[in-house]
């Protein structure tokens, strides 16, 4: 799989491939390898650790699979229109609405 990474967190990425097959730097002073993994799975969460030190180029598949991933948290965060967050099932509220003690915006 071929992977930009920052160099600052060339030694993460190399602490969850397998193997490097080639490695070389990029214009942008970030390096471009080409590492080995497992499998898909593996790739996308050792890509995902990395946040955005991190740029898979290829296979298009794990590309999809980040942006994809990206987009799903991004809108578990988005604010509703009242400018609170959204409801999922880990938040603890009440009928009536948020409990005083989870209420990001009562401090």
């Known amino acids: 799989m071929l992977v930009r990474v920052n160099p600052a967190r060339r030694e993460d990425l190399l602490d969850t491939a397998l193997a490097v097959r080639a490695e070389a730097p990029d214009t942008d002073g970030w390096l471009r390898l080409e590492v080995t993994f497992q499998d898909s799975r593996h790739a996308e969460w050792a890509l995902w650790q990395l946040?955005?030190?991190a740029e898979a180029l290829?296979?298009?598949?794990?590309r999809t699979s980040l942006r994809d991933r990206?987009?799903?948290?991004?809108?578990?965060y988005r604010a509703s229109s009242d400018g609170r967050a959204r409801g999922n099932a880990l938040d603890v509220c009440r009928p009536g609405g948020w409990t005083e003690e989870y209420d990001d915006n009562s401090g």
Do not use: I, K
């Not at 990206?70 to 578990?76: F, L």
């Open 58 to 62: 290829g296979p298009q598949s794990l």
């Open 51 to 53: 946040s955005t030190d």
């Open 70 to 76: 990206a987009a799903a948290m991004a809108t578990s």
